[in-house]
T-cell receptor, first 116, second 111 residues
Framework: GAVVSQHPSRVICKSGTSVKIECRSL??????MFWYRQFPKKSLMLMATSNEGSKATYEQGVEKDKFLINHASLTLSTLTVTSAHPEDSSFYIC????????????FGPGTRLLVL | GDSVTQMEGPVTLSEEAFLTINCTYTATGYPSLFWYVQYPGEGLQLLLK?????DKGSNKGFEATYRKETTSFHLEKGSVQVSDSAVYFC??????????FGKGTKLTVNP
């Protein structure tokens, strides 16, 4: 079946540093990927849509300069949390729809970010 | 914009009990409807889906029927197992492929 991976699975960083999270579609090409943030005991909040070859589309209230998204290839999207602060600590999840799979999206396992 | 209201948990049941998790949505047009499941320590997985009115999605003994008249997509299972313990998310999907997630319902099944 389709697989989406994320790296790293967990990261701890100091406040003020930047952290890059990778999302890869392992056996299919994805022109679009989605980035979500999941708070404890809360639902997933869509942050942005990553588009291969063009700029990402951000949801209302999400800071573009804070959460940089680059869709470098048809199998890779990266989310960079710039100048991270403790309030950025969260669980970040990506997903990718697979063409021909009836709109089904495949989710990565998530990345736990802890900013100290 | 699209939104979804999902029964909040937690829900605790004994093995072989009947499960219903309610989900209602608001959306423009006719979205596809999904239930995703997140097992402890794992990523979200598609459980079942329905793409048009009156369709019934089913998988692993779970069922949900796309009810346009009541804008609902309730999840049911006749006899739950301990292995069904997880968090369940209802999610409509519009034309832009964006999923709108409910808050999730944590299910715990005790032996």
């Amino acid at each position: 079946g389709a697989v989406v991976s994320q790296h790293p699975s967990r990261v701890i960083c100091k406040s003020g540093t930047s952290v890059k999270i990778e999302c890869r579609s392992l056996d299919f090409q994805a022109t679009t990927m989605f980035w979500y943030r999941q708070f404890p005991k809360k639902s997933l909040m869509l942050m942005a849509t990553s588009n291969e070859g063009s700029k990402a589309t951000y949801e209302q209230g999400v800071e573009k300069d804070k959460f940089l998204i680059n869709h470098a290839s048809l199998t890779l999207s990266t989310l960079t949390v710039t100048s991270a602060h403790p309030e950025d600590s969260s669980f970040y999840i990506c997903s990718a729809p697979r063409t021909g799979q009836g709109e089904t999206q495949y989710f990565g396992p998530g990345t736990r970010l802890l900013v100290l | 914009g699209d939104s979804v209201t999902q029964m909040e948990g937690p829900v605790t049941l004994s093995e072989e009990a009947f499960l219903t998790i309610n989900c209602t949505y608001t959306a423009t047009g006719y979205p596809s409807l999904f239930w995703y499941v997140q097992y402890p320590g794992e990523g979200l997985q598609l459980l079942l889906k329905a793409t048009k009115a009156d369709d019934k999605g089913s998988n692993k003994g779970f069922e949900a029927t796309y009810r346009k008249e009541t804008t609902s997509f309730h999840l049911e299972k006749g006899s739950v197992q301990v292995s069904d313990s997880a968090v369940y998310f209802c999610a409509p999907q519009g034309g832009s492929e964006k999923l709108v997630f409910g808050k999730g319902t944590k299910l715990t099944v005790n032996p």
